[in-house]
């Protein structure tokens, strides 16, 4: 812990990647665990592009109860020792598979949305955007043009957002610290950021549970303790 803190204070260009287990501290699920959103059913019938299409009843469905849950959950302390941290200057931004929208809600700016958020839905006809409360009203898919609305995240058979994208390469060619909170590191492209940015000689530091593809490559790994308390206790130093 003491060399993770030495390295955030000596870093000009700290650039933060969170996965899952940032939020599953949180209480939102994970997708891939025995527990996760994934478990015994098939995403292309329920997150797809094929599915809002096709199958829009389970996938209006699947929508609301995931922002029901979204709703229901507030970002945790790491979330705030971030957005210090980047208040602070030590850390440039924050690249996120995650859609929930708690680095924003913590009070980052500075974030990369990869796969797009749940903070919001949008017309497929207009475009004109909501809050996603909206999704849990009595006819809160209908668009005022009469469009349907669906939740701005990447469905599966969608590019990841072209802007969010060149976000995260920026920063992760210029990151001398390149520190990973909660990803397994599996999923790509997401997953090239963090050896990208090694390979142009920043610094790795992968805070995660689980063993990850990286850790081998990595400067610093802690798999023993929680984001948060990681995060506070870097917090509490600088």
Known sequence: MDQLKEWLYEAK??????GAGMST????????SQNGLWQGKDPMQLASTQAMRN?????????????????????????????????????????????DGFHHRAGSK???QLHGTLETVHCTRCEQVYPSARYLQQ?????????????????FGESLPAMALEQAQEWSDQA??????????????????PQYAKERGA?????????????????LVISDKRIGEVLAEVCRQI
């Open 55 to 99: 199958h829009r009843e389970a996938f209006v469905d699947f929508y609301r109860k995931r922002i029901e849950g979204l709703l229901a959950c507030e970002p945790h302390a790491g979330h705030e020792c971030l957005a210090a941290l980047e208040q602070a200057g030590k850390v440039r931004g924050i690249i996120t598979q995650n859609v």
């Open 176 to 193: 001398d610290l390149f520190l990973v909170l909660g990803s397994s590191l599996t999923v790509s492209p997401a997953n090239w950021f």
């Open 25 to 32: 501290e949180s209480g939102l699920p994970d997708f891939r």
């Open 203 to 219: 610094r790795l530091v992968i805070v995660n549970q689980e063993p990850t593809p990286l850790d081998a490559w990595a400067d």
């Open 139 to 155: 006819d809160g898919t209908i668009c005022s043009c009469g469009g349907f609305l669906r939740p701005s995240v990447v469905l």
């Open 13 to 18: 260009s700290a650039v933060v990647f969170s």
């Open 110 to 112: 500075m974030v990369a």
